[in-house]
């Protein structure tokens, strides 16, 4: 993985997606000749799991990326694991500022995705973990967890959130109400004063 990065993610994406029926025979001098012939063609026919290769990536988060996201784009049925760590990858990206927008736009993306196979309370974890607000409302109302999204709303000051939750969800969950009472009363959009309810 060292030596030719590129060649080696195409080529282990092409292994484990079965996209060709034999391996690139640009790379095959570089990187497998140490195999013999028939462990070529025995790991074409069978292909390995991609969550047993990832720790090939060690220190390559972007060919990890890379990989992972071919996975996921060829086989939606991919493990959790895939998802899991293609989440976790995104969210650590997103610490450098210049890439935040888009990590976050993919992190989004893949929790609204109905398909994406990632475990909910592993994403919980890290959203947490890393402070994603977006992550841990969509997480959250997934669940029906609407006191924790207002308590992400009031620790964000964001007023027409709250509001909007309060409304949205209130009547089902009246405790949202009183919370967000305590919290500092009703704030009419672009006020930050309270307004007394009567």
């Known amino acids: 993985m060292d030596h030719l990065p590129e060649s080696m993610t195409r080529f282990l994406i092409d292994l484990c997606t079965n996209e060709s029926s034999s391996p690139d025979p640009d790379m095959e001098p570089d990187i497998l000749a140490p195999l013999p012939p028939n462990d070529v063609d025995t790991m074409m026919e069978y292909p390995p799991d991609p969550e047993e290769l ?16 071919a996975i996921v784009l060829k086989q939606p049925d991919a493990s959790s694991q895939v998802y899991n760590a293609l989440l976790e990858l995104y969210l650590r990206d997103s610490q450098n500022e210049e890439r935040r927008e888009m990590r976050t736009k993919q992190v989004v993306d893949m929790l609204q995705n109905e398909q994406a196979r990632y475990d909910p309370d592993h994403a919980l974890l890290l959203m947490q973990l890393y402070r994603l607000q977006p992550g841990i409302v969509i997480l959250c109302e997934n669940r029906g967890l609407y006191q924790h999204v207002l308590d992400c709303y009031i620790e964000n000051n964001d007023t027409r959130s709250i509001m909007e939750l309060c409304w949205r969800r209130g009547q089902e969950e009246a405790s949202l109400w009183v919370q967000e009472t305590w919290s500092g009363g009703s704030f ?5 004063s309270p307004v007394l309810c009567c």
Do not use: A, H
């Open 188 to 192: 009419p959009l672009g006020s930050s």
């Open 54 to 69: 990832i720790p090939l990536f060690v220190n390559r988060n972007d060919c990890l990326i890379e990989f992972l996201e």
